[in-house]
């Protein structure tokens, strides 16, 4: 299941280090394939299989192509200043632990909600491709790239951006104006102020969403509509997360770090083309034989049940024949893999 999940995210094979356990030195216990006794064991034996299996069906499998409809932007530029002016002044210098953490949260979501990404850098032009972009903490950012990101959303795309994102400029000097920097008509907010989190509830319409966490931003809605507002005795009439139509486009924005069924719920309210969620897991894109080819993980040690594509296909590795919109039963920790017919 690991070895096909790295195939179905766009891999073109699975690397196996190292060959048997080593018997003395600082990795030792970096367990290899085969253990210290250079005998068989249960992961030799899942590698003879899973080397067999892609002798046999891999060339199904290779250079996978995938055009997916949502973007992470990623920004070492934004990693490196929030090394240097860290969110959590606790922090150890030189640590990128915040940065990672908050790109990592908001990829996991996706993941979970089965919205297959790409990553892209203040560098990529072609933005228009997409239909949604999330942008995780993008501290500094040139005007350039924020003035590309409001076109987007003015023109009917979707932007989907943390706190601390449009603050400084490319050589990490905070912009002398509204916040976020050009952004701010696209958010519908501004904000000028921001601590951190001391007991502080988050509710929405339907009620408490748990608490917020690392960071607070105290949004302040011009056009936006507020999702979520803090709850406190000091910072309750600012907004926690906002949405805005701008254009043709929504922009929302996330002022802290919530929990993960909240990010989730905006996720599915920015984007609501998702058809299965964790734990079961489905991977697609095109392989050399211009079919389509349909991966289904269940993450569970319970069975679960989807439904096959709309049209026939074939299970490779059991070469077995699926019915159009067929029900699968996906075993505990399973996958099935899926050819267009």
């Not at 356990?21 to 216990?29: D, L, M, R």
């Not at 942008?135 to 959303?153: G, K, V």
């Not at 067929?326 to 399973?334: A, R």
Request: a negative charge; charged letters at 20%.
């Amino acid at each position: 299941m690991q070895a096909y999940s790295h195939l179905a995210s766009g891999a073109n094979g699975v690397n196996y280090w190292h060959w048997h356990s080593i018997h003395n030195s600082a990795e030792t216990y970096w367990m290899g394939i085969l253990t210290h006794d250079f005998q068989e064991n249960s992961v030799y034996q899942a590698v003879c299989q899973i080397g067999q299996e892609f002798k046999d069906i891999g060339d199904h499998l290779v250079n996978l192509k995938k055009e997916n409809d949502v973007a992470i932007l990623i920004s070492n530029e934004s990693l490196t200043a929030l090394n240097n002016f860290p969110i959590d002044m606790k922090a150890s210098f030189q640590s990128t632990t915040y940065y990672n953490d908050i790109l990592r949260w908001v990829y996991d979501a996706l993941y979970r909600l089965n919205i297959e990404c790409d990553f892209i850098t203040p560098e990529t032009q072609d933005l228009a491709r997409y239909k949604m972009i999330v942008i995780p903490a993008l501290y500094d950012a040139d005007e350039t790239l924020l003035t590309r990101l409001d076109t987007f959303t003015k023109e009917g795309g979707t932007i989907l951006a943390t706190f601390k994102t449009a603050y400084a400029n490319e050589d990490t000097k905070v912009y002398p104006d509204t916040k976020p920097h050009i952004l701010h008509q696209a958010f519908g907010m501004t904000y000028n102020e921001f601590t951190f989190p001391n007991q502080v509830e988050l509710i929405s319409k339907d009620g408490s969403q748990g608490q917020a966490t690392l960071f607070i931003e105290l949004l302040k809605p011009t056009t936006a509509k507020t999702l979520v507002k803090y709850q406190h005795p000091s910072w309750g009439r600012y907004s926690a997360i906002t949405c805005n139509d701008y254009g043709k486009g929504h922009a929302y924005y996330i002022g802290t770090k919530c929990s993960d069924k909240l990010l989730e719920t905006i996720i599915k309210q920015a984007y609501p083309a998702i058809e299965q969620n964790f734990p079961i897991i489905i991977r697609k894109g095109t392989n050399d034989y211009g079919k389509q080819i349909t991966y289904y993980f269940n993450y569970s040690k319970d069975t679960q049940i989807t439904n096959a594509p709309n049209y026939k296909t074939i299970e490779l590795r059991q070469s077995k024949q699926i019915q159009p919109s067929e029900e699968l039963q996906l075993q505990p920790w399973s996958v099935l893999v899926l050819e267009e017919q």
